[in-house]
């Protein structure tokens, strides 16, 4: 029997003693209170009269969350709904901007609580990894040697997405960093009154500056755009903060008696789908794709030729190697014999001239690497400018240019080498030793972008080629025949393209892609994703085209599981690619699938999607070691808990034992990249969360489950399924109902991500996208896609006659443990009289009784989960005591949200289905020239419309800023 898991890895549960849990809510409540009262003030100098309304409106949501009676909540929503357009739009900023400030106050407090632990002044929530170090050493009596081993060769690869689930504009993300910033100066510095004041003031000109900038994105960002935010992220934490992370790790290591990590050790790797992801988003082109590869680059080269610069001031030493010396000697000559052209351009690239000769032979040679940085530059520039430059042939073409890394890091080598001879050993294991690590991890590309596709548009692509040759349609073939037929194609010789094809849209637009690969730097290139994927012939397709359009060094492909029945036939699918000789040479051992949380999660409901991509990898995994093939696992993993998300140590860490064996691909998506990488202290946390999970499931896995827990797990997850698919597949009433209830018709305006909602414009729940199916539950605080289901299989257990069964694996499975604590977060976060508030004011009558079996399920559902944990309320246990204060401190502002979401909902609504604006327009509106402003922004709609339609978007902001960091 596994031995139970600690209350420690509870979620919710900070690992504090009870004191310090104590303290820390304390210092929520107070920062709360602060930043809160700190926007009020700002509100009020711009809003006098409206500020006295916001305070009772506040009031009234306390008292509501806090009594549940009805004539609270009348009381709260009559005010609402007497505001006008303009007002309506204040308050819903004011109450939008309250949850913001309060999600920094959470943020700040736990970057806090996790500085402690590391001090030792508090327990950890998680192991660290130096923890991890111990624990594998002292109780599990891990060999040193082999955690060294372990620890060299893993790589953990994040993958930054697109996906658009972060609803706040990227220039108030920055104004809450700064505030964020400044609260952490106040607490954990020892400032003098002065210097309290000035902070106070800089935490308040914050404030204002996000209060009067437009949270709404008054345009659908493009996929350049979307790039561009997430390279952010590298240049103000993530390039700096990993050689600080690495350099821990080599403490930690010395800890246990062993050496730092070697210079080649790769602990991360980074990659990106932004301009990549093409799978139903019309606005990703080839030339979106080229466009993003070269702004990646362009931002690896900015930022290495600002540490080369830092480390020709540094590396002033004269002593040197002969190695050194001679390369030295080599660029004096270069200079000395007239090439002054190329040193002047040096001069007016940096500004700055050290003056260098061969008594600085470390400046002279760095000097050199910073021109050829500059030069590399400047031909990235040039192919921006002229998009029908081949950009490998550009930078290969050109001898002063960098074209990857390798010369690079061989110069850098060279220097760190040349240090270590002369017993400079301290100076090499400095900032140039970052610097190497950072050479290795981010390159001349920074990250590596993945290209992912619908496996459709590639069996059209190829229906279109044998067509037009005579051969027959692809598409009509069976496996067997398109299986033939790829594997002779790969192994013959002619080409199979002819340059006179007749192309749709859609078909130009794939051969495309795979031309424009062809001529982009191959170490920018990751994987290349098949979504939707259903057989080897999917992958077989893609490597064809890829020889076929010229790619030479092919991108691995990467076949992608989603549905509950392509999870299921995800083991035949990889049995017969790694039977076919012609594929298992070409992979040389190594193969990487997909597995996808989110449309699993829609197709069968999280309980049922959960178990069915738990057995897959152990499948998949069985599978590459019955071949001899290394396996790595890319988890599509999305924020939210009905899209995979949660705590990414737990995540790690209940994942089958055996199937993470040092590698591992997680995407981090949406909101989620800037609570892990938005600030320097959440960054540090997340490399070393990561580092640490997969250092133990590799070295130590969890035992496996035994078959009775699989057995049953396996009956609730059907029994979980088809009481989902019940409801949202065969009950014809489901769509109309939740089109009705929730604003996901609505999500559009909101213009966060630069890909449609739908994969088609045809269709309902099965083309609709995994996000906006998760983002419209969200919004009405009933999160059905997490819980659905899950009810009848608890319940059909507890009557069984199996509760200790049941609470058994709680108490000692992993998986089953994080799946319900998750689940218990949920109900947590969810209220059932809002949802009945959207149900009454924007459902037809005819509709509701469907409303009320859903809410009656969520309280059976809610009673079985209940029951099983062994708690009396939802978060009742002293482990989730924090998480529950952040909730209760939380509902007050996202209450009066919900409420004018409701409102202006059913505003618009009436509008759509024909009622005139003047018949709604109160006869009293009458704006004034500075509501105008506010309520028009330019837009040529009625004012009236215009106000209202930009009250709902923010509350749509608002709620999801409301359920952001708490699971």
């Not at 689930?165 to 990227?170: F, K, L, S, V």
């Not at 062993?258 to 988003?281: H, I, T």
């Not at 690079?408 to 080598?413: C, E």
């Not at 009742?876 to 996202?894: M, N």
Request: proline residues 4%.
């Amino acid at each position: 029997m596994q031995p139970a898991m600690s209350a420690s890895l509870a979620v919710g549960n900070l690992g504090l003693s009870s004191y310090a849990l104590e303290v820390n809510q304390a210092l929520l409540k107070e920062d709360d209170d602060l930043l809160r009262q700190t926007f009020l003030s700002v509100f009020k100098e711009h809003h006098p009269q409206l500020a006295n309304k916001v305070d009772v409106i506040f009031a009234l949501a306390q008292a509501w969350c806090l009594s549940e009676s009805d004539s609270d909540f009348e009381l709260l929503e009559k005010r609402l709904e007497a505001l006008t357009p303009d007002e309506s739009i204040l308050v819903a900023s004011a109450f939008s901007q309250l949850l913001n400030l309060h999600n920094v106050t959470e943020e700040s407090i736990t970057a806090r609580v996790e500085k402690a632990a590391r001090l030792g002044e508090v327990e950890a929530s998680t192991r660290s990894t130096n923890k991890s170090l111990q624990r594998l050493v002292n109780k599990l009596q891990v060999r040193p040697e082999d955690i060294y081993a372990a620890l060299c060769r893993q790589t953990v690869d994040l993958v930054f997405t697109a996906h658009p689930t972060q609803a706040t504009r990227q220039s108030m993300l920055k104004k809450y960093g700064a505030i964020r910033h400044a609260m952490d100066r106040l607490h954990n510095s020892r400032l003098s009154n002065y210097e309290q004041v000035e902070t106070l003031d800089e935490i308040r000109s914050h404030i204002q500056g996000a209060w009067r900038t437009d949270e709404i994105r008054r345009r659908k960002p493009s996929p350049q755009d979307e790039s561009r935010q997430g390279l952010t992220y590298f240049h103000e934490t993530i390039y700096s903060g990993l050689p600080v992370f690495l350099r821990r790790i080599d403490t930690a290591l010395k800890n246990i008696g062993q050496p730092a990590l070697p210079l080649d050790a790769k602990l991360f790797s980074f990659g990106a789908w932004m301009g990549g992801d093409r799978d139903g988003n019309p606005f990703v082109t080839p030339e979106t794709t080229r466009d993003v590869v070269i702004g990646a680059r362009l931002s690896a080269v900015t930022l290495m030729t600002e540490q080369v610069e830092k480390l020709m001031y540094e590396l002033s030493m004269w002593r040197a190697s002969p190695e050194l010396k001679a390369r030295a000697l080599a660029v004096e000559a270069r200079h000395a014999a007239g090439a002054d052209g190329e040193f002047l351009e040096t001069k007016k690239n940096t500004y700055d001239v050290v003056f260098m000769s061969i008594n600085e032979p470390y400046r002279l040679v760095l000097s050199d690497v910073r021109a050829r940085l500059h030069r590399t530059k400047d031909v990235l520039h040039h192919c921006l400018e002229h998009p029908a430059l081949n950009v490998a042939e550009a930078l290969e073409a050109d001898p002063e240019a960098y074209n990857d890394e390798t010369e690079l890091l061989a110069t850098l080598r060279l220097c760190y080498d040349s240090l270590l001879s002369t017993g400079d050993v301290h100076v090499a294991s400095a900032h140039l030793l970052d610097v190497l690590r950072q050479a290795r991890t981010f390159g001349l590309f920074l990250c590596k972008l993945d290209i992912r596709q619908e496996s459709v548009k590639h069996t059209e692509a190829l229906d279109a080629i044998t067509t037009y040759l005579g051969l027959g349609s692809y598409k009509e073939w069976d496996e067997a025949r398109r299986m033939e037929f790829l594997v002779q194609e790969l192994n013959g010789k002619r080409p199979l393209l002819p340059p006179d094809l007749p192309m749709s849209a859609e078909v130009e637009d794939v051969v495309g892609t795979f031309r424009m690969l062809s001529q982009l730097p191959s170490d920018s290139m990751g994987a290349y994703i098949i979504s939707m994927s259903h057989t080897a012939s999917d992958v077989l397709a893609v490597v064809l085209l890829q020889k076929e359009c010229g790619v030479k060094r092919m991108l691995r492909v990467v076949p992608l599981f989603e549905t509950l029945d392509d999870l299921n036939h995800a083991e035949t699918a990889m049995r017969q690619l790694f039977s076919t000789p012609w594929y298992a040479a070409h992979i040389q051992g190594k193969q990487e699938v997909m597995i996808g949380y989110s449309d699993s999660g829609k197709d069968a409901g999280r309980l049922a999607a959960a178990w069915g991509l738990y057995e897959v990898q152990e499948t998949l995994t069985k599978v590459a070691d019955d071949f001899g093939v290394s396996l790595t696992l890319f988890h599509g993993r999305g924020g939210t808990v009905g899209r995979g998300g949660g705590p990414a140590h737990l995540a790690v860490l209940s994942q089958p034992p055996g199937t993470i064996r040092g590698t591992i691909r997680v995407t981090v998506q949406g909101e989620v990249v800037e609570q892990q990488f938005g600030e320097k202290e959440s960054a540090f946390h997340t490399l070393d969360l990561y580092t640490s999970a997969v250092l133990e499931a590799t070295l130590a896995p969890t035992q496996q489950p035994p078959q009775l827990w699989r057995d049953t797990m396996a009956e609730m997850a059907r029994a979980s399924c088809e009481a989902y698919r019940k409801v949202v597949r065969e009950d014809a009433r489901f769509v109309d109902f939740f089109q009705q209830l929730t604003p996901v018709n609505e999500l559009g305006r909101m213009n966060i991500g630069s890909r449609p909602a739908k994969r088609r414009s045809h269709g309902s729940i099965d083309t609709l996208r995994a996000i906006p199916w998760i983002f419209a539950w969200t919004q009405i605080r009933f999160h059905l896609p997490v819980w659905l289901g899950v009810g009848e299989a608890l319940s059909s257990m507890i009557q069984a006659g199996k509760l200790e069964l049941l609470q058994d694996m709680f108490t000692n499975w992993m998986f089953f443990r994080v799946t319900l604590d998750m689940l218990e977060m949920v109900f947590a976060k969810a209220d059932p009289r809002v949802v009945k508030m959207y149900s009454k004011a924007l459902v037809d009558p005819s509709l509701e009784p469907l409303g009320d079996e859903l809410l009656a399920k969520f309280e059976d559902t809610e009673r079985a989960l209940l029951t099983v944990v062994k708690h009396s309320r939802l978060l009742s246990s002293s482990s989730t005591a924090f998480l529950q204060q952040k909730l209760q401190l939380r509902a007050p502002y996202v209450a009066p949200l919900n409420i004018l979401q409701v409102s202006c909902l059913k505003t618009l609504r009436a509008i759509e289905g024909g009622t005139s604006v003047e018949s709604l327009v109160p006869s009293d509106f009458q704006p004034s020239e500075k509501a105008l402003a506010l309520m028009t922004r330019g837009d040529t709609k009625h004012p009236f419309v215009a106000g209202i339609e930009d009250a709902m978007i923010i509350t749509m902001k608002g709620i999801a800023a409301g359920m952001q960091n708490t699971g």
